[in-house]
């Protein structure tokens, strides 16, 4: 058993490494739809989150591994407390927001040709290899990991690949959308709070969004 009290370090430090009002004022703008659309305040939300997965990096990372602790915590360890609902909801906005603006990763590691003569390829191309073949590829964002992997994916962790029990890999074009549906899974969890259902709605009314703008990707 985990004390309740890990909760709040996991969230603390999600809320101190993002941008989290940004993200909430973008989520509010993406699915209000009583008032007509700002398209410019829209776009300055999304350039300032885009800046923090991209220039602010290792900090994202590392926020996103508190998330995802986050989520493991409240899995196993949920006491029904009243702040557990707002803890999933934000940490699943973190999240949503790193899949959505940091760059993909691939769905898996090419093949190395072992097959290859020597003389096919130069020998610092063979070094580099060999040295990616050892590093990480991936890591389970909402599972316990040993501080080397977690160090390994703040520094260099935009070519491994973020996975997330019912997720999969967060970075993949279809890996926003699948956190947000599995945000809600764990809000319906919490049966006892009203919070529970009003962050399931938010979040539906974002997968919504999400939707269509990626059918909408597609015609275009």
Same mark, same amino acid.
């Given at each position: 058993?985990? #004390?309740?009290? =890990?909760? #709040?370090?996991?969230?603390?430090? =999600?809320?101190?490494?993002?941008?989290?009002?940004?993200?909430?004022?973008? $989520?509010?703008? &993406?699915?209000?739809?009583?008032?007509?659309?700002?398209?410019?305040?829209?776009?300055?939300?999304?350039? #300032?989150?885009?800046?923090?997965?991209?220039?602010?990096?290792?900090? @994202?990372?590392?926020?996103?591994?508190?998330?995802?602790?986050?989520?493991?915590? $409240? %899995?196993?360890? &949920? &006491?029904?407390?009243?702040?557990?609902?707002?803890? $999933? /909801?934000?940490?699943?906005?973190?999240?949503? @927001?790193?899949?959505?603006?940091?760059? #993909?990763?691939?769905?898996?590691?090419?093949?190395?040709?072992?097959?290859?003569?020597? *003389?096919?390829?130069?020998?610092?191309?063979?070094?580099?290899?060999?040295?990616? *073949?050892?590093?990480?590829?991936?890591?389970?964002?909402?599972?316990?990991?040993?501080?080397?992997?977690?160090?390994?994916?703040?520094?260099?962790?935009?070519?491994?690949? @973020?996975?997330?029990?019912?997720?999969?890999? !967060?970075?993949?074009?279809?890996?926003? /959308?699948?956190? !947000?549906?599995?945000?809600?899974?764990?809000?319906?969890?919490?049966?006892?709070?009203?919070?529970?259902?009003?962050?399931?709605? %938010?979040?539906?009314?974002? &997968?919504?969004?999400?939707?269509?703008?990626?059918?909408?990707?597609? $015609?275009?």
């Amino acid at each position: 058993m985990e #004390h309740p009290t =890990v909760l #709040h370090l996991h969230l603390a430090r =999600v809320i101190l490494l993002t941008p989290i009002q940004q993200i909430l004022d973008l $989520v509010k703008l &993406s699915t209000d739809t009583s008032t007509p659309p700002n398209e410019l305040q829209t776009t300055t939300l999304k350039k #300032h989150v885009q800046r923090w997965a991209l220039e602010d990096q290792h900090k @994202a990372r590392l926020a996103m591994i508190h998330a995802g602790v986050l989520f493991w915590h $409240v %899995r196993r360890y &949920s &006491s029904d407390a009243f702040h557990e609902p707002s803890s $999933v /909801l934000l940490a699943t906005l973190a999240l949503w @927001a790193y899949g959505t603006f940091a760059p #993909h990763t691939p769905a898996k590691k090419p093949a190395i040709n072992n097959t290859a003569s020597p *003389s096919s390829a130069p020998q610092d191309s063979d070094q580099d290899t060999e040295a990616t *073949s050892l590093f990480p590829t991936s890591i389970q964002l909402d599972r316990p990991a040993d501080d080397e992997l977690v160090q390994l994916f703040v520094k260099r962790g935009q070519s491994m690949r @973020a996975n997330i029990t019912g997720v999969g890999n !967060l970075c993949s074009a279809k890996g926003p /959308l699948r956190v !947000l549906n599995e945000g809600q899974n764990l809000l319906k969890g919490l049966k006892i709070w009203g919070e529970s259902k009003r962050g399931i709605e %938010r979040l539906r009314k974002l &997968s919504e969004v999400c939707m269509q703008e990626r059918e909408g990707g597609r $015609v275009g």
